[in-house]
């Protein structure tokens, strides 16, 4: 039995707690604070998540009163924007393997989780990513799952790999670290299109259309980058990204929904209640395709709708009068 420490009191977050406590770790959610700590330690869970029930081997603390001498490793599970702030502060937990659960890129920097964890002092060979087709309700449910666990220290991927593995959640491991993050965070605007035209009244053609040719810009960006065009074929690209563009709780989706319903996107965001990666990430993945000459027209009219430079029907007329084009299996 190991020990690990999962920062952030999110729905994600207390999931991956759960599934660390069935498999007999004992673990300590961190928090920002000692009272938010004694309401997670109260209600055993949060309201948001009606499934889930905190064995008593789970204790929460305040961040700042826990020590790295305590753990095997650390799981960070806020949000993508407030990793670099939320971090454990002292050299010791540097020291400590870190497996990053958020799935977007850093506004300010346009750096993926990894390299935030790397920016602020961890080694890579520590340093871990997780992602896949996993929805916490679902997972809570005991519906079964499956994630990858990347690294590019195989050792550390499958240290991941063998903590959260259980009989109803199966850890696959990568050593691209570079594309799964990538697949993580991309997937969630193709998620807001596809949310759209369900918001619309479209069917599944035009769902599975979105879906499809979102993949490939998807990959093209990923390969653009380094990653490998193999995990775009995985549970972080395709797996991801048909979860989080079918399911109705994909708070993804929803925004798009919403917004083919007439909301605004801060009306959108605020009905959600919770971050909505997609909606932050997709200016930045924009950047990151201009840079190095990615085509990513799905992605491009989504800030387009987010910036409120057009309508959603204008957004769905511009990618159906783009010049036609020879579908590829080309890796490029």
């Given at each position: 039995?190991?020990?690990?420490?999962?920062?952030?009191?999110?729905?994600?977050?207390?999931?991956?707690?759960?599934?660390?406590?069935?498999?007999?770790?004992?673990?300590?959610?961190?928090?920002?604070?000692?009272?938010?700590?004694?309401?997670?330690?109260?209600?055993?869970?949060?309201?948001?998540?009606?499934?889930?029930?905190?064995?008593?081997?789970?204790?929460?603390?305040?961040?700042?009163?826990?020590?790295?001498?305590?753990?095997?490793?650390?799981?960070?599970?806020?949000?993508?924007?407030?990793?670099?702030?939320?971090?454990?502060?002292?050299?010791?937990?540097?020291?400590?393997?870190?497996?990053?659960?958020?799935?977007?890129?850093?506004?300010?920097?346009?750096?993926?989780?990894?390299?935030?964890?790397?920016?602020?002092?961890?080694?890579?060979?520590?340093?871990?990513?997780?992602?896949?087709?996993?929805?916490?309700?679902?997972?809570?449910?005991?519906?079964?799952?499956?994630?990858?666990?990347?690294?590019?220290?195989?050792?550390?991927?499958?240290?991941?790999?063998?903590?959260?593995s259980g009989p109803r959640f199966r850890v696959y491991s990568s050593?691209?670290?570079?594309?799964?993050?990538?697949?993580?965070?991309?997937?969630?605007?193709?998620?807001?299109?596809?949310?759209?035209?369900?918001?619309?009244?479209?069917?599944?053609?035009?769902?599975?259309?979105?879906?499809?040719?979102?993949?490939?810009?998807?990959?093209?960006?990923?390969?653009?980058?380094?990653?490998?065009?193999?995990?775009?074929?995985?549970?972080?690209?395709?797996?991801?990204?048909?979860?989080?563009?079918?399911?109705p709780l994909s708070r993804n989706r929803r925004l798009g929904e919403?917004?083919?319903?007439?909301?605004?996107?801060?009306?959108?965001?605020?009905?959600?209640?919770?971050?909505?990666?997609?909606?932050?990430?997709?200016?930045?993945?924009?950047?990151?395709?201009?840079?190095?000459?990615v085509d990513v027209p799905i992605t491009q009219e989504v800030v387009?709708?987010?910036?409120?430079?057009?309508?959603?029907?204008?957004?769905?007329?511009?990618?159906?009068?783009?010049?036609?084009?020879?579908?590829?299996?080309?890796?490029?």
């Amino acid at each position: 039995m190991a020990t690990f420490a999962v920062l952030g009191a999110t729905s994600w977050g207390l999931t991956l707690t759960w599934l660390l406590s069935q498999n007999g770790h004992r673990v300590v959610v961190l928090t920002r604070t000692e009272d938010e700590a004694a309401r997670v330690t109260a209600a055993r869970g949060i309201a948001r998540l009606p499934e889930l029930e905190l064995p008593a081997t789970v204790a929460a603390s305040a961040v700042t009163a826990s020590d790295p001498r305590d753990f095997d490793g650390l799981v960070v599970v806020v949000p993508a924007q407030h990793v670099a702030r939320s971090l454990p502060p002292g050299a010791g937990w540097r020291d400590v393997p870190v497996l990053s659960a958020a799935k977007g890129i850093e506004v300010a920097t346009g750096r993926r989780m990894s390299e935030v964890l790397a920016a602020s002092g961890w080694a890579a060979e520590r340093i871990a990513a997780l992602s896949g087709p996993n929805l916490a309700h679902e997972v809570l449910r005991g519906d079964p799952a499956a994630a990858v666990a990347a690294s590019t220290d195989e050792a550390r991927a499958a240290q991941w790999q063998t903590a959260l593995s259980g009989p109803r959640f199966r850890v696959y491991s990568s050593t691209d670290i570079v594309g799964v993050e990538l697949a993580g965070a991309t997937k969630n605007i193709i998620a807001i299109a596809a949310g759209v035209a369900a918001g619309l009244g479209f069917g599944a053609n035009t769902i599975a259309a979105l879906v499809t040719r979102g993949l490939a810009e998807m990959t093209r960006l990923g390969v653009a980058w380094g990653a490998d065009f193999a995990t775009y074929l995985g549970l972080a690209g395709v797996g991801d990204l048909t979860a989080t563009c079918f399911s109705p709780l994909s708070r993804n989706r929803r925004l798009g929904e919403l917004l083919a319903a007439g909301l605004t996107p801060a009306e959108a965001v605020a009905r959600i209640g919770e971050v909505v990666e997609g909606a932050t990430t997709a200016p930045v993945v924009l950047g990151l395709a201009d840079a190095r000459g990615v085509d990513v027209p799905i992605t491009q009219e989504v800030v387009a709708v987010l910036r409120g430079e057009i309508m959603v029907k204008d957004a769905i007329d511009d990618l159906l009068s783009r010049g036609l084009k020879r579908e590829t299996n080309q890796r490029q």
